[in-house]
């Protein structure tokens, strides 16, 4: 795949944004936003955002290192890959990068090392190899770094999830649990080479989804389940039945993003198609053992994007196709919100 260059001119109002499509933050008061055919950058926490970059194409994820050095990937609607971007300067200029594999979900570990799934470069995005991964997967594998990774494997009646600490050479289950509905995806998320957090997503059915969300901090020696969300109208999250009680579930009908700060602090949103205001969010800050449904409910039948960069200072985006995509803040934990910035309403 050889796609096109970016187009690095800068076009346009640089106030001018739309539906908002990715976030990153850097640091309680630096980060970048991306949407519809541009770049943003904030030095205020949010409060004001400058356009760096009108690219032909829509932005799909940022990922920053800190806050002169992030990547962007870009919607060229190829199902081999996005388009990969990047700045060293804070976004005053931005050169090609290479590709991401699939369009999934990436992280740089180091200036030249990111993974992608079960691809990995070194380097910084021209060229990638792949990683084998058991058979049976479930969703994307994710690897921390170059030895340690994860995967959710299925079968009719149970689920697996595995774990490699050679590089994808070997895969060792860690984790296998009966379910009376086998995940139908997986969203895995890593703070350290022996942590991971897996979300397992299962049916849908009345504008519901099921869903459950798993943690270990030990290499998968231990398991604490964070969230089980079983509805009347999807049935019951992998690793559950309708009886269990005794695990938290998280607000919504069916599940939000998922972002994770370290070992022992993950956000997680909630959405509820069917409401008024669809948007909730909750969050543990003791690895799982406990969860805390957050209180406020925002409108927006979109995509959430949150970002965090400790356990207080958290940004939560929801969007919409017909209305302005909206920013809200917290610096105390989220037990105190504001809304930062109003974002312009998207293309018709």
Not at 60 to 85: E, V
Not at 141 to 158: I, K, L, P
Not at 266 to 279: I, L, S, T, V
């Amino acid at each position: 795949m050889n796609p096109p260059p970016v187009n690095t001119d800068l076009n346009g109002d640089p106030k001018t944004t739309g539906l908002v499509t990715a976030v990153r933050m850097a640091d309680p008061l630096t980060g970048w936003t991306g949407g519809e055919g541009w770049i943003a950058r904030t030095e205020d926490g949010g409060k004001s955002w400058t356009v760096q970059l009108r690219p032909q194409f829509n932005v799909l994820q940022i990922f920053a290192l800190n806050d002169k050095q992030a990547w962007a990937s870009l919607d060229l609607g190829d199902i081999r890959g996005s388009k990969l971007i990047r700045t060293t300067d804070g976004g005053r200029s931005w050169s090609d990068a290479g590709v991401v594999p699939k369009s999934g979900f990436f992280h740089f570990v180091s200036d030249r090392e990111a993974f992608a799934g079960n691809a990995r470069t070194t380097d910084g995005g021209k060229t990638w190899t792949a990683v084998p991964v058991p058979d049976g997967t479930v969703g994307e594998v994710y690897f921390h770094d170059a030895m340690n990774g994860w995967a959710v494997t299925r079968d009719e009646q149970s689920f697996s999830i595995r774990r490699t600490t050679d590089g994808g050479r070997s895969w060792i289950s860690v984790f296998t649990r009966k379910s009376a509905v086998p995940p139908v995806d997986a969203v895995i998320r890593s703070a350290g080479k022996n942590d991971a957090w897996v979300e397992l997503i299962g049916d849908a059915g009345m504008s519901q989804r099921s869903y459950s969300l798993f943690h270990t901090a030990d290499g998968g020696r231990t398991w604490q389940p964070v969230l089980d969300n079983s509805q009347a109208g999807s049935g019951p999250a992998p690793g559950f039945t309708m009886e269990d009680d005794g695990v938290p579930s998280n607000r919504g009908s069916a599940p939000g993003a998922l972002y994770v700060v370290n070992t022992r602090i993950a956000f997680m949103g909630g959405q509820c198609y069917a409401c008024d205001k669809p948007n909730t969010l909750g969050k543990t800050t003791d690895g799982g053992n406990t969860w805390i449904n957050l209180t406020p409910e925002y409108p927006g039948y979109g995509p959430q994007q949150i970002a965090a960069t400790d356990a207080d200072h958290v940004w939560w985006i929801n969007t919409d196709d017909a209305e302005p995509s909206r920013m809200y803040a917290t610096s105390d934990g989220g037990r105190t919100w504001t809304l930062v910035h109003t974002f312009d309403k998207p293309k018709a």
